[in-house]
């Protein structure tokens, strides 16, 4: 039983640029939320998604969007990076919305030079 | 808003220890679940346990143990018999319990790296 795919692994930006980050949840699971984990520190919730909409946002600016398809998989993408923006991306699902324990991808480390 | 503080940011003990990872939440909720989660060097955040907020009973899982006390607003977990295999970043996390209506989203502490030495 697979469990949260995230692609890609690594990814080296240039500033200014865009990416595109993608997840595919559990088996089972149409909830589908991400994180942004800067390194030493814990994980900040950025979005969540269901029913294809966002049903909750983060403190984060609007460069970061995002998109939940029929098949319950999802992108996260951002614009006009910055150095800052270097973190590791953990996406994360659940069955429904209540939060029953999510199951989380290894993430996608991004690195913006 | 929601807080959750790890104050411990390192621990190092030797394989067979005992060891106890502290976990401090702030919330106006007045219903809300508690979490611990592992995170290896691979990256990936493995669910340990939730908890909601009305149940404080501890809980015990093999080498793992759970003292949740409301009174305090601590949720700590406990290794017994440490093994170098529990070397990881280990985090707290809280979330609102609004029901079916929940949209879980987590707040985490710091993370606490947790070193087993053989």
């Known amino acids: 039983d697979a469990g949260v795919t995230q692609s890609p692994t690594h990814l080296i930006k240039t500033r200014g640029q865009q990416v595109t980050l993608r997840c595919s949840p559990k088996?089972?699971?149409?909830?589908v939320s991400w994180y942004q984990q800067a390194l030493g520190q814990g994980p900040q919730f950025i979005f969540q998604y269901y029913e294809e909409e966002e049903r909750q946002r983060g403190n984060f600016p609007d460069r970061f969007s995002g998109h939940q398809f029929p098949n319950y998989s999802s992108e996260l993408n951002v614009n006009a990076l910055l150095l800052g923006d270097s973190a590791l991306y953990l996406c994360?699902?659940?069955?429904?919305?209540?939060?029953?324990?999510?199951?989380f991808g290894s993430g996608t480390r991004l690195t913006v030079v | 808003a929601q807080k959750v503080t790890q104050a411990q940011t390192e621990i190092s003990v030797v394989e067979k220890e005992d060891v106890t990872l502290d976990c401090v939440y702030e919330t106006r909720d007045t219903t809300y679940y508690l979490f611990w989660y592992k995170q290896p060097p691979s990256g990936e955040l493995v669910f340990l346990i939730r908890?909601?907020?009305?149940?404080?009973q501890n809980e015990i899982s093999g080498r793992y143990s759970w003292n949740f006390q409301k009174s305090t607003s601590s949720f700590n977990f406990t290794i017994t018999a440490s093994q170098v295999v529990d070397s990881a970043v280990y985090f707290c996390?809280?979330?609102?319990?609004?029901?079916?209506?929940?949209?879980?989203?987590?707040?985490f502490g710091q993370g606490t790296i947790l070193t087993v030495h053989p």
């Open positions: 994360a699902s659940t069955p429904g919305v209540a939060n029953y324990g999510y199951t």
């Open positions: 088996s089972g699971h149409d909830t």
């Open positions: 996390a809280l979330s609102k319990n609004a029901g079916g209506t929940s949209y879980g989203k987590l707040t």
């Open positions: 908890r909601n907020s009305f149940d404080e």
